[in-house]
């Protein structure tokens, strides 16, 4: 009777602590964190000293069975453990170039249509040239005559007939002539647009009459024979991320995923958003690729292959640090005891515990919330 007097005893100072706590907090400025934790370890000391007692008058367990705490244990094993930095890239052809003119002219015809194949040195548009054509009509003329003018003076030279430097002069008009129709012709050709590799058009900025000058984009072509994916990672990761770490590229578009590795990384840190590029290079897939679409880059930076984790939820804390609640089989009855944990990299909502956890431990993964240091359980 006197253990059992104890008990209603130690539940009226519960009640009463729990009372003062609420008269603190309705009262003046006091320093509410610290009175809270002081409450908060006498109410565990006491929770302790209840659960002592209650085994002393009923050991086997007998008048506590009514008060079990119904939990869900979960026996602790070894996974794989991956940790991604996540990034937002997007799609680009290995050869992605907006070509441009490279003399300044008048646009007087466009020979190709987005989306179409084109190859390497096909004429896409064309420029002005029509006086350049004439010049070279007049000069291909002179060059004609002048080239007959070196024909009969070598027939003569080379039947000792007139003199060397009639002979050297038709020559040298007609080398220099010749000369100055392959640079006119040079200059015509470069009023020429063309494809400086094979892909498709993928965008026309050019229309019949518009000025064409070199430096502005007139056709864009990709060749998607070869995709990447482009992404600026922070500088905070540049000693994480090297070339070959394994990445999964997300496409929300598609909710699809593709598996891949980094190909490229920068050795240049921009001093704008200071951040550097990472590419990775895709193989061939049914995803219908598309310049500029946004992908999520997912680069695995760490990987722990025989890992224990938990989600992130099922961790408590208390001054002394971080802990789980686990079942232990005490004198034939289940018993939540509490557990330290120390924790290591988290992703997607699970902690990567390094310590705390081993092989087969009994971790209680469904009605912990309440649960309080030495109280009784019983597993479904």
């Known amino acids: 009777m006197t253990t059992r007097n104890n008990l209603k005893t130690m539940n009226k100072i519960v009640i009463l602590i729990a009372l003062m706590a609420i008269a603190v907090a309705c009262g003046g400025p006091a320093d509410k964190k610290t009175e809270l934790a002081n409450l908060k370890k006498q109410h565990d000391d006491l929770a302790i000293k209840i659960k002592t007692l209650e085994a002393e008058v009923d050991p086997k367990g007998t008048d506590t069975d009514k008060n079990l705490v119904d939990v869900v244990i979960t026996e602790a094993k070894s996974v794989v453990f991956n940790h991604y930095i996540e990034v937002q890239g997007k799609v680009d052809g290995e050869d ?9 002219g008048a646009v007087t015809a466009v020979y190709v249509k987005e989306g179409q194949n084109v190859r390497k040195g096909q004429v896409l548009a064309e420029t002005d040239n029509t006086v350049m054509t004439q010049q070279l009509a007049n000069m291909e003329q002179q060059l004609a005559f002048v080239t007959s003018l070196y024909e009969k003076q070598k027939t003569l030279w080379d039947q000792k007939i007139g003199s060397e430097v009639q002979y050297l002069t038709s020559k040298n008009n007609k080398e220099s002539l010749e000369k100055n129709t392959q640079a006119l012709k040079d200059q015509i050709e470069m ?18 009459g518009q000025l064409a000058s070199p430096g502005f984009p007139a056709v864009r072509v990709v060749n998607f024979n070869t995709v990447k994916v482009v992404a600026d990672v922070a500088e905070a990761y540049a000693s994480k991320i090297k070339t070959g770490n394994k990445v999964v590229v997300y496409f929300p578009d598609f909710k ?7 190909s490229f990384t920068s050795k240049y840190i921009n001093p704008v958003n200071r951040s550097f590029v990472a590419e990775v290079r895709l193989s061939p897939s049914q995803i219908e690729y598309r310049a500029n679409m946004i992908a999520v880059v997912k680069i695995n930076d760490y990987q722990n292959i025989e890992a224990f984790t938990i989600p992130i939820t099922f961790i408590r804390e208390s001054p002394k640090g971080k802990y789980i609640y686990v079942a232990k089989n005490e004198n034939g009855n289940l018993v939540a005891r509490r557990q330290s944990v120390t924790i290591g990299n988290i992703y997607n909502g699970l902690a990567e515990i390094i310590n705390g956890i081993s092989l087969g431990d009994k971790i209680i993964t469904t009605g912990f919330n309440n649960l309080i240091e030495g109280q009784h359980i019983q597993a479904n």
């Open 96 to 104: 992605n170039i907006a070509v441009s003119a490279q003399m300044p």
């Open 191 to 208: 009023t020429k647009i063309k494809s400086p590799i094979n892909g498709s058009v993928e965008e026309i900025n050019l229309k019949v």
């Open 256 to 262: 699809t995923e593709v598996n891949s590795e980094i």
